[in-house]
């Protein structure tokens, strides 16, 4: 029986962790597979308070050491759901179930997938959702990154340092990406802005992987064919919360309808970081409901106690 459970090693629950430990109470993380979330694919993180770069898998180590060096476990294991028994919570994953007072939720989201034909087909040989990772397999060659926002953008620079060509493909004409990221985007040579064009069908070869992407514009029904063996996405996310149906309440999108308390609704369960209904995901606010779910868990444990 541990006082609290935090499903999720992301910034949210490594900084849950960090908070429930230093409140005195035993903790376990359970993460699927590394520590860190999302943020270990990027490259190089310039918006975290008081540290004016760091690599992103270097940030989430030291978060992570920080939660261990306190106290906190970490398993990897596959959470596949929650019950409730009296004030216990059951935490059932395929290595078997775990037992705590409170739960913090704090799974994150997915990459979406391309909707369209060859998009899911082609995932792993070509089309990637991770331009730090595989990146330099396209070095001097073209490649298109498709979205509009900080993350497409973060994307197409940091190709655009090892590629011959990067094309921003985007389905509107304006773009949410930060102001200073589109405007040195602008001012890159190699950058090509398509817009308002959406990806019509990923290409394969004959060897089964990409050889091109063809787009679509939706104004003029215009289509181009791009010579882009590389197709990166960066066009929303999917929260990691079907399981936790029965415990939490849940969008049309599927985010946890929770505001920033991290209230559940369902005592002793919590709820934090991207897979929570809110208008802006970033480090700083998945460490802020880390925080504030693990100080709020910390009160529930001590007055069952």
């Not at 882009?228 to 066009?235: C, E, L, M």
Request: with cysteine.
């Amino acid at each position: 029986m541990y006082d609290l459970i935090i499903i999720g090693g992301g910034p949210a629950g490594l900084t849950a962790a960090v908070y429930a430990r230093r409140a005195g109470l035993s903790t376990l993380i359970l993460e699927i597979t590394v520590c860190g979330g999302q943020i270990i694919n990027s490259q190089n993180v310039e918006n975290f308070p008081a540290i004016s770069q760091i690599e992103g898998w270097r940030l989430a180590d030291n978060w992570q050491k920080q939660a261990q060096a306190l106290g906190a476990e970490v398993k990897t294991a596959a959470v596949t759901g929650i019950e409730l028994h009296g004030d216990s919570r059951l935490v059932r994953t395929a290595k078997g179930d775990f037992e705590a007072l409170a739960v913090i939720i704090a799974t994150g989201a997915g990459h979406r997938k391309l909707d369209c034909p060859g998009g899911a087909e082609l995932s792993g040989r070509g089309v990637s959702t991770c331009a730090s990772c595989d990146g330099a397999f396209f070095r001097g060659r073209q490649v298109a990154v498709v979205g509009g926002g900080s993350t497409a953008f973060e994307d197409a620079l940091y190709l655009s340092s090892l590629c011959e060509k990067v094309y921003i493909v985007h389905r509107r004409r304006e773009f949410r990406a930060e102001r200073r990221l589109v405007e040195t985007a602008k001012g890159k040579a190699n950058v090509e802005f398509l817009t308002p064009y959406v990806p019509a069908q990923v290409i394969a070869n004959e060897l089964g992987r990409v050889a091109a992407l063809r787009v679509r514009n939706v104004e003029t029904n215009e289509e181009r064919t791009l010579d882009t063996p590389g197709v990166f996405t960066a066009i929303g996310m999917i929260p990691n919360n079907a399981a936790f149906a029965n415990v939490l309440k849940l969008d049309e999108a599927g985010y946890a309808i929770a505001g920033e308390d991290c209230e559940s609704g369902t005592p002793g369960i919590w709820v934090a970081g991207d897979g929570r209904r809110k208008s802006l995901r970033q480090l700083i606010t998945a460490a802020a409901d880390g925080a504030v779910a693990a100080t709020a868990a910390a009160r529930y444990v001590n007055e069952r106690k």
